[in-house]
């Protein structure tokens, strides 16, 4: 598989940290080979100076973006050409996170404050690299929400070089809510998502936020150009088996949640030779059969198996069979 597809973005499943690891991504593409699939958020200072590899991946996952985390113009633009040099498809920065975590580093959606300094971010890493350089953000932030501030935001930087935008169609409180409730109290605003589409013509725009059914979709498709969807997919990773099908080629076959699983196996054979523990690919797997007779079984069978010493791919085939 290539990076290099023409409907770059149309779908993608969003980045989340602690879940959408390599082993999740491979998942996730067994199911749907057109997808756009993004890494967890990477910090700049995980890249530069960390032992462990970051950015390790399979060819298999593209085409796969990079989430970077940072307010550096320098260090990001180092990470850039390191992403560029691994064969991602793409940069991603991350301008929508309000978790304090995120905050105390300086990056995340407080950055959504400071545009001049995100258009620099976006300058310094475009200028080094011929991928694209996206971002990904919030409508707004705290009272900072007005549709006028969220147009001086674009367009600073558009004028940097961003030529792709994800917005996630909530705007996020910096403090009083934790990262989960800035995903359920503030209010969808998809028609501002629209608008900005009508007003920026030029920009790729992708909706993210509530997404949950390929007739959603479908219907987001009608006014961006491209959506994304986070915790659904994670959840309930059986609805990536329609989208091929349904987004990008009618003569795509739907991909079941039997085929994916089974395709994983020598993936998983070849990670256990490697070293790795089976519940550090499996755990990304249990919600494959949601809504499924037996899904149950299959949940709990590698809930209570799969952290067991020396457990292998016989835990998955067991409780596979668990499952109508």
């Keep these: 598989m290539t990076s290099n597809f023409d409907y770059h973005g149309r779908f993608s499943v969003a980045p989340m940290l602690d879940w959408t690891t390599r082993h ?18 990477i910090t700049t200072g995980a890249i530069i100076h960390a032992k462990y590899d ?3 991946y399979s060819p298999d996952e593209h085409p796969l973006a990079l989430q970077l985390g940072g307010s550096n113009p320098e260090q990001l633009r180092l990470c850039a050409e390191k992403a560029q040099q691994r064969g991602y498809a793409e940069i991603n920065l991350n301008v929508g996170c309000p978790s304090d975590r995120v905050q105390n580093g300086f990056f995340g959606a407080c950055l959504m404050a400071k545009a001049g300094l995100v258009a620099e971010c976006v300058a310094a890493m475009q200028s080094a ?10 409508v707004g932030i705290d009272d900072l929400d007005s549709y006028d501030f969220l147009c001086d935001f674009v367009q600073k930087i558009e004028r940097a070089g961003c030529r ?4 996630h169609a909530r705007k996020a409180w910096l403090s009083g809510l934790s990262p989960k409730e800035n995903r359920e109290i503030p209010p969808l605003d998809y028609e501002r998502v629209y608008q900005l589409k009508r007003d920026f013509p030029a920009l790729f725009i992708s909706i993210n936020g509530g997404i949950k059914t390929i007739a959603d979709m479908q219907q987001h498709l009608q006014f961006v150009d491209g959506v994304m969807v986070g915790r659904e997919a994670y959840q309930n990773p059986s609805l990536l088996g329609y ?33 790795t523990h089976l519940n550090h690919i499996s755990r990304h797997m249990v919600g494959a059969f949601q809504g499924c007779k037996g899904a149950k079984q299959w949940r709990r069978y590698l809930s209570e198996n799969a952290h067991k010493p020396n457990a292998g791919t016989e835990v998955i085939q067991t409780a596979l069979s668990f499952v109508d």
């Design 24 to 41: 999740c991504r491979y998942f996730h593409r067994q199911f749907s080979k057109h997808a756009l699939l993004y890494t967890e958020m």
């Design 129 to 138: 690299v011929k991928i694209p350089v996206t971002v990904k953000t919030r």
């Design 164 to 167: 792709e935008l994800i917005v």
């Design 54 to 56: 970051h950015l390790l």
């Design 243 to 275: 989208v091929d099908q349904a987004l990008f080629d009618p003569q795509s076959a739907v991909v079941t949640p039997h085929q994916a699983v089974e395709a994983m196996l020598p993936y998983i054979e070849n990670e256990l030779a490697a070293g």
